[in-house]
């Protein structure tokens, strides 16, 4: 062995390429922005206009932009209202309310109406379901 140092060459450490987790949700807060996918309100009954579902009563398909319907012919399937009376009222992920009211109730004013209706009208199942069990109780 020799006691001469050598040189030794430097290396630069790899780093593994970091995978950016906020991409899925980018693309997700993208489909949520695109005015294609959002729902729309009569403001007459308000009955709601989602472009996933389409209107089978008139034969609109799944799919079709509320943007893409004929504003001449197309009427609201409830109360027959023009387009003119529809209002945008967002993505279905978008939760209702008012934005600056987002943040109080403990947390059931972040949900989407879906999520709202299940809660209540569970807790209302609920209920009944307790009260019918009163008459075991004999």
Known sequence: MSDELQPVEAVEPQ???E???QV???EAA???TDPRTHRFECRSCGY???PDEGVKKVGIEPGTAFEDLDAISFRCPVCRSKVAAFRDIGPVTK???FEENLNFGLGVNRMTPG??????FGGLALGFAFFLSLYSLR
């Open 15 to 17: 780093v593994p390429e």
């Open 95 to 97: 939760a209702s309310g």
């Open 24 to 26: 899925p949700e980018e």
């Open 48 to 50: 709601v206009y989602d």
């Open 115 to 120: 999520q709202k209706n299940v809660l209540i």
């Open 30 to 32: 993208e489909a949520a």
């Open 19 to 21: 995978v950016d987790p």
